[in-house]
């Protein structure tokens, strides 16, 4: 373990300049906050190359062994004072490790085919922590995918990373303009379903074929005129107050999970 004492370090400027999607990009390379998002992105071979932990946090058992794993798989372990440290967090919220590593590849071509099942898509969806919510929300679903069409912000934000509690490297990802992924969907089987507030058809009375694509929009416009064609479905979820319509994370989870029980009883 390497230690590192000074702001100035050329590591540790590199690290922090990934808190900014700027320095994401430049880099390829992203910044992974907490001890399950770290886990996850090892256990999926997410391709990690530095690891920051605070000093004299390398005994805490749990902290040794995830430090283990890592060198194990040739990873760079650095200690750094508890100020520092907390400069490399994302949020309030302070662990004691952070990771670096390559931006995994997010391509529509790397999902290959994919077997029989449904995929999320999120069309313009602006807050990191809605795409990670609804990862966490597909994944524990079953989704094959998800999907993101026109993208506002990055799958491996670091809010993304934190509300996805590092699903965002369990589950397949891809990203792409909504007419590719309009085409992709099209040219692999795909019924695409939307929930809309006035559909007339009912979410309950729904069933969902062998290769659906739930699809929803930006948080304050919806759906581009894209995806606003007879090929998409439109259906509605109950409302039984005064709200007309939920949070694009809610709304996901509820299709997924319907489309989940669907299949489980079947």
């Known amino acids: 373990m390497i230690p590192i004492t000074s702001s100035q370090n050329p590591k ?3 690290a922090l300049r990934l808190e900014s999607s700027r320095g994401r990009k430049k880099q390829g390379r992203i910044l992974i906050n907490g001890i399950q998002e770290i886990q996850r992105a090892l256990d999926a071979g997410v391709a990690i190359e530095e690891m920051f932990v605070c000093e004299g946090m390398a005994e805490d058992k749990v902290f040794g062994n995830l430090i283990t794993s890592a060198t194990e798989q040739g990873v760079q372990v650095y200690s750094l004072p508890k100020e520092l440290l907390q400069k490399l967090e994302y949020g309030e919220r302070s662990i004691g490790l952070v990771a670096i590593a390559k931006r995994p590849t997010t391509t529509l071509e790397t999902l290959g085919n994919l077997d029989d099942g449904f995929v999320v898509v999120l069309e313009g969806t602006e807050k ?10 597909a994944d524990g679903a079953g989704a094959r995918a998800l999907l993101l069409a026109d993208p506002c912000t990055d799958f491996f934000h670091p809010n993304a990373i934190r509300a996805s509690v590092g699903t965002v490297f369990s589950l397949p990802l891809a990203s792409g303009t909504s007419i590719e992924i309009v085409n992709w969907l099209q040219s692999h089987g795909f019924t695409t379903y939307s929930a809309i507030v006035d559909a007339q058809q009912d979410l309950w009375e729904t069933k969902f074929p062998a290769r659906t694509a739930i699809v929803l929009g930006n948080e304050s416009e919806g759906l581009s005129e894209v995806w606003r064609t007879r090929l998409m479905v439109g259906v509605s979820l ?7 319509s939920l949070n694009v994370s809610t709304t996901a989870a509820i299709m997924a999970y319907e489309i989940a029980r669907q299949r489980q009883n079947a």
Do not use: E, Q, W
Not at 238 to 244: E, K
């Open 12 to 14: 540790f400027k590199a």
């Open 128 to 137: 990191p922590g809605n795409v990670g919510a609804v990862a966490r929300s």
């Open 238 to 244: 109950p409302m039984l107050g005064a709200a007309d």
